[in-house]
C-alpha cells in the first residue's frame, strides 16, 4: 500500500452539481497532483499542489479546483458537472524539493465519479 | 502530437516469451521518466524509474534513448501477473494512454 487515501471510493452525481473529492497524502510527501482517467486512456493531469501552492496545470477548465492544506492534504473541487466529468480521479504525491525535481508519485486507489 | 505516446496493444504473449514496449516523448527537455503498471480498475503503481540511460529490475529492463526520444520497457520470462497496462510518465508528469499486456498460459 502506497500509503495514500482518497474518500470517497465512489460518487454519483447529476449534471450541474457541485463535487469534492479528498486526498490524503503519503507521509512525507509534500506534493500533490491530481488525474482524471477516462476509461481506456492513460491518466490526464489536473493539477498540481506544491507546499500549498497550485504548481502547474493541465488542460482543464476553471470549474475544475483545488487546495492543499497545511499538512499536505487536498481537495479536488468540480463544479458545474459535466457527463463527460465520469471518470476515475487519480491523486498521486510526491516528495518534491524547490528545484522542481520531478520525484516518483504514489496513488491513491481514486474516487469513481458518475454524472447522471 | 501526442507529448507522450505509446503502442496501445494488446500484446498477447506466451508464459516465459519477452516482450518490449516502446513509449516516444516530445519533451527534449525531459530528466525523468517512469513506468508504471496499473491492473483492471485499480490505481497506477510505479514500476520502474529511468534517470539516466537505463536501469534494470530483474526481469524487467528500462532503457532510454535521448537522441531518439524514446524509453523502452523490457520484460523477460513473462508470467500470468505481468498481464496490465503499462503506462509510460514523461513529467510534468503526463502519462501515455498505456500499453495493453496479456500473458497467456
Known amino acids: 500500500e502506497t500509503g495514500v487515501t482518497q474518500s470517497p471510493t465512489h460518487l454519483i452525481k447529476t449534471r450541474g452539481q457541485q463535487v469534492t473529492l479528498r486526498c490524503s497524502s503519503q507521509s512525507g510527501h509534500n506534493t500533490v497532483s491530481w488525474y482524471q482517467q477516462a476509461l481506456g486512456q492513460g491518466p490526464q493531469f489536473i493539477f498540481q499542489y506544491y507546499r500549498e501552492e497550485e504548481n502547474g496545470r493541465g488542460n482543464f477548465p476553471p470549474r475544475f479546483s483545488g487546495l492543499q492544506f497545511p499538512n499536505y492534504s487536498s481537495e479536488l473541487n468540480v463544479n458545474a458537472l459535466e457527463l463527460d466529468d465520469s471518470a476515475l480521479y487519480l491523486c498521486?504525491?510526491?516528495?518534491?524539493?524547490?528545484?522542481?525535481?520531478?520525484?516518483?508519485?504514489?496513488f491513491g486507489p481514486g474516487t469513481r465519479l458518475t454524472v447522471l | 502530437r501526442k507529448e507522450v505516446e505509446q503502442d496501445p496493444g494488446p500484446f498477447n504473449v506466451p508464459e516465459g516469451a519477452t516482450v518490449a514496449f516502446n513509449c516516444t516523448y516530445s519533451n527534449s527537455a525531459s530528466q525523468s521518466f517512469f513506468w508504471y503498471r496499473q491492473d483492471c480498475r485499480k490505481e497506477p503503481k510505479l514500476l520502474m524509474s529511468?534517470?539516466?540511460s537505463g536501469n534494470e529490475d530483474g526481469r524487467f529492463t528500462a532503457q532510454l534513448n535521448r537522441a531518439s526520444q524514446y524509453i523502452s520497457l523490457l520484460i523477460r520470462d513473462s508470467k500470468l501477473s505481468d498481464s496490465a497496462t503499462y503506462l509510460c510518465v514523461v513529467p510534468r508528469p503526463t502519462f501515455g494512454d498505456g500499453t495493453t499486456l496479456t500473458v497467456k498460459p
Open positions: 498521486a504525491s510526491s516528495f518534491d524539493t524547490s528545484d522542481r525535481v520531478r520525484n516518483e508519485q504514489f
Open positions: 529511468v534517470y539516466s
